[in-house]
């Protein structure tokens, strides 16, 4: 019997453009310009390491963005409302009805992580919040997962993963979770009809 559910935010819950290819687009920035930060330092602020601000304000200029890193976060996380796929709320609500746990694990950095906790408000959708950022650790590593379970006391036996990163779940299923992929919101939601 399931009795926890762990969810993917990105490319699940929450869809969009990339937000360095939404950079380009609308600014010029060329992912060329933006590709070492996000492939080198912002790895480190997925894992508590490092602080994005700090490290976004070493590359401004080269990146030719002069209005300040508050700005740029702004811009960054101003889309995030309508990125988020609201029909999985009530989906969640009815597993949370049916003593089911649910749970958000998510590779993100502290300040997107709040963005998305507080501001766009999925904080209030599930019974625990589980962020890179301050696990320490990302998906698929196995000592994200194992922190998750550490946390909260749920089964190995009994909990299922979802994630549409095929990465994630072979990591999730070699660490012995259940696994699902997700490729679109129907397939989501009669697979989780049929944990209730």
Same mark, same amino acid.
């Given at each position: 019997?399931?009795?926890?559910?762990?969810?993917?935010?990105?490319?699940?819950?929450?869809?969009? $453009?990339?937000?360095?290819?939404?950079?380009?687009?609308?600014?010029?920035?060329?992912? =060329?310009?933006?590709?070492?930060?996000?492939?080198?330092?912002?790895?480190?602020?997925?894992?508590?390491?490092?602080?994005?601000?700090?490290?976004?304000?070493? &590359?401004? =200029?080269?990146?030719?963005?002069?209005?300040?890193?508050?700005?740029?976060?702004?811009?960054?996380?101003?889309? $995030?409302?309508?990125?988020? =796929?609201?029909?999985?709320?009530?989906?969640?609500?009815?597993?949370?009805?049916?003593?089911?746990?649910?749970?958000?694990?998510?590779? &993100?950095?502290?300040?997107?992580?709040?963005?998305?906790?507080?501001?766009?408000?999925?904080?209030?959708?599930?019974? =625990?919040?589980?962020?890179?950022?301050?696990?320490?650790?990302?998906?698929?590593?196995?000592?994200?997962?194992?922190?998750?379970?550490?946390?909260?006391?749920?089964?190995? $036996?009994?909990?299922?993963?979802?994630?549409?990163?095929?990465?994630?779940?072979?990591?999730?299923?070699?660490?012995?979770?259940?696994?699902?992929?997700?490729? &679109?919101?129907?397939?989501?939601?009669?697979?989780? $009809?049929?944990?209730?």
């Amino acid at each position: 019997m399931v009795k926890t559910v762990i969810f993917d935010a990105d490319g699940m819950i929450v869809n969009g $453009e990339r937000f360095s290819s939404r950079l380009e687009r609308e600014y010029g920035i060329s992912t =060329d310009t933006t590709d070492s930060f996000f492939k080198n330092e912002f790895q480190l602020c997925l894992v508590g390491k490092a602080d994005l601000k700090q490290e976004l304000l070493k &590359n401004l =200029d080269q990146w030719g963005w002069n209005k300040g890193v508050d700005e740029l976060l702004d811009y960054w996380f101003s889309e $995030e409302q309508n990125r988020i =796929d609201n029909r999985f709320s009530a989906v969640i609500r009815k597993l949370r009805e049916k003593h089911i746990k649910t749970y958000l694990a998510t590779n &993100n950095e502290k300040y997107r992580t709040r963005n998305l906790l507080e501001d766009r408000r999925l904080g209030e959708w599930f019974d =625990d919040i589980f962020s890179s950022a301050y696990v320490g650790s990302m998906k698929p590593n196995a000592s994200f997962f194992q922190h998750i379970l550490d946390k909260t006391g749920a089964k190995i $036996e009994e909990t299922v993963f979802w994630d549409d990163d095929i990465k994630n779940t072979d990591g999730a299923a070699s660490f012995g979770l259940s696994v699902e992929v997700y490729k &679109n919101f129907e397939q989501f939601k009669k697979a989780a $009809e049929n944990l209730m």
